[in-house]
C-alpha cells in the first residue's frame, strides 16, 4: 500500500517536472523568437506591410476611432504623417507590427509624447506589443520627451490596458461612453499617461 502510494507520488513529481519542462521549453522558444524580431524606421517600402495591418485592425472596429472604410491614402497619410516617427517590427522579414511616436500637442504641449501600436491580429499575443512599447519608451526618452500620453484607449481593450499598466502608465481620466464599440454599445476611454523622467 505504502509503496503504491510512492509510486503515485513520484508519477505525480515526474509528470510536475515535465509539465515545467515544457512551459520553460515554450518560454526559452518564445524569447529565442522575440530576439530574432527586428524594430525599425518604416520606408515607403513598408506601406503595403503597414496597410494591410491597418485596415484589418480599423476594420474591426473596437480599438480605434477610426472610420473603418478608411482609405488607404487616408490611412497612410495619417501613419506616416510629417511629425510623426513610424517603426515596423519584423521578423523572418514579414512586418508584424507597427507603432508612430510624435508629439501629443504643439509648442508648450510638445514635450508629452502620444504613439499608437498595431500588431497583425495573426501576431498578437506573442510580445511584439510589449517589445514596440518597451522601445518606444525608450526612443521617447531618447529625443527627449518628459512624458507619454495615451488619449484614446477604449476601456473594453484589456489587453492593451493590461500591457499599458505594466509598463507604468495609469488612467488619469476616463470619457463616458465616447466610444461605439461594435457589440458593446457605448463604452468608456481612458486617457493614460506616464512620466518619462523617473523610472
Ligand atoms: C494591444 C496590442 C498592441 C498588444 O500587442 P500584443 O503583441 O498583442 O501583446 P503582447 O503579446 O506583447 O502581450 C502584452 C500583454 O498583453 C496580454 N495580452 C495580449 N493579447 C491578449 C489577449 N488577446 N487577451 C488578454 N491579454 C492579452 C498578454 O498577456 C501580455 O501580458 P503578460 O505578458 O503579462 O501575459 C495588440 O494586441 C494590438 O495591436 N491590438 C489591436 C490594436 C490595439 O488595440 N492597439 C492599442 C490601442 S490603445
Not at 44 to 64: K, P
Not at 107 to 129: E, T
Amino acid at each position: 500500500m505504502a509503496r503504491r502510494t510512492e509510486t503515485r507520488r513520484a508519477r505525480c513529481v515526474a509528470r510536475a517536472l515535465l509539465a515545467a519542462a515544457i512551459a520553460a521549453t515554450a518560454a526559452v522558444a518564445i524569447q529565442f523568437q522575440l530576439r530574432m524580431m527586428k524594430i525599425r524606421a518604416a520606408t515607403e517600402s513598408d506601406h503595403d506591410a503597414v496597410w494591410n495591418i491597418f485596415q484589418e485592425i480599423v476594420a474591426a472596429g473596437d480599438t480605434y476611432a477610426f472610420d473603418p472604410k478608411m482609405s488607404r491614402q487616408e490611412a497612410l497619410a495619417y501613419w506616416f504623417r510629417a511629425d510623426t516617427h513610424t517603426y515596423v517590427a519584423e521578423k523572418d522579414g514579414r512586418v508584424v507590427g507597427t507603432y508612430i511616436l510624435r508629439p501629443n500637442q504643439l509648442g508648450p504641449g510638445s514635450h508629452v509624447a502620444n504613439a499608437a501600436f498595431m500588431v497583425a491580429p495573426n501576431a498578437q499575443g506573442l510580445g511584439v506589443g510589449r517589445r514596440m512599447a518597451e522601445r518606444c519608451l525608450s526612443e521617447a526618452r531618447r529625443m527627449g520627451f518628459r512624458a507619454m500620453q495615451f488619449n484614446f484607449v477604449v476601456s473594453t481593450n484589456t489587453s492593451a490596458i493590461h500591457l499599458w499598466e505594466q509598463l507604468g502608465f495609469k488612467i488619469v481620466g476616463t470619457l463616458p461612453g465616447a466610444f461605439h464599440h461594435p457589440e458593446k454599445g457605448y463604452v468608456d476611454v481612458y486617457v493614460m499617461y506616464r512620466s518619462l523622467l523617473e523610472d
